[in-house]
């Protein structure tokens, strides 16, 4: 079975556009959090969706946001991109909610703002 | 507040030597908790993972952690380290009052000399 999938790997941006990552869950998982992993830090909470509604939300600005389709993909949108934002944005995927589950990991899109 | 410190930031070992890797959490309740490791190049994968019962837990690859509600600490051991153990490991809290959001350690390389 395929795991979590993203897209793209690597993503070059300047400051003020605008950008939309994928992530494609395990097939059946219904749960999809996001992450943002800064270089040499440890990942930062962003989002989470469970069948297609927002379930949490880190400690991020308006700028980010995110969407989980029909399927369970999701997007996650950014913004007016800042420099900061340059980073290695991560999907995670689960069956259900709850600590129970096992959140699997995909390898990230690294994004690079200029 | 919730949180997790990873001491050591870079940890160097010989093949075949024992490892321990530190963490220690700040939580008011029972902490579920987690460590991932990070290969250069790809997502998290879950070594194991604490929820509540026997405090020795045994996780994928050889790994364990102890469970040390005194020291607020999560250790993570091995008997003998392999050259393909050299990794980013992270340590990670649930917070899970309604959502999946894991809150991170900063994490420790981990290097491994033939």
């Known amino acids: 079975d395929a795991g979590v999938t993203q897209s793209p790997t690597h993503l070059i941006k300047t400051r003020g556009q605008h950008v939309t990552l994928r992530c494609s869950p395990i097939?059946?998982?219904?749960?999809v959090s996001w992450y943002q992993q800064v270089l040499g830090q440890g990942p930062q909470f962003i989002f989470q969706y469970y069948e297609k509604e927002e379930r949490g939300r880190g400690n991020f600005p308006d700028r980010f946001s995110a969407r989980q389709f029909p399927n369970y993909s999701s997007e996650l949108n950014v913004n007016a991109l800042l420099l900061g934002d340059s980073a290695l944005y991560l999907c995670?995927?689960?069956?259900?909610?709850?600590?129970?589950?096992?959140?699997?990991f995909g390898p990230g899109t690294r994004l690079l703002v200029l | 507040a919730q949180s997790v410190t990873q001491p050591d930031i870079h940890i160097t070992v010989s093949e075949g030597a024992s490892l321990e890797l530190r963490c220690n959490y700040s939580?008011?309740?029972?902490?579920?908790l987690f460590w991932y490791v990070q290969s250069p190049g790809q997502g998290l994968q879950l070594l194991l993972k604490y929820f509540s019962g026997d405090t020795l837990v045994q996780g994928i690859k050889g790994f364990e952690a102890e469970f040390k509600r005194s020291q607020s600490s999560f250790n993570l051991r091995k008997p003998s380290v392999h050259w393909s153990d050299a990794a980013e490991y992270f340590c990670a809290l649930a917070a899970y009052y309604n959502t999946d959001k894991l809150i991170f350690g900063t994490g420790t390389r981990l290097q491994v000399f033939p």
């Open positions: 995670a995927s689960s069956l259900s909610t709850g600590w129970q589950e096992t959140q699997y």
């Open positions: 939580y008011g309740a029972t902490p579920y």
């Open positions: 097939s059946g998982h219904k749960s």
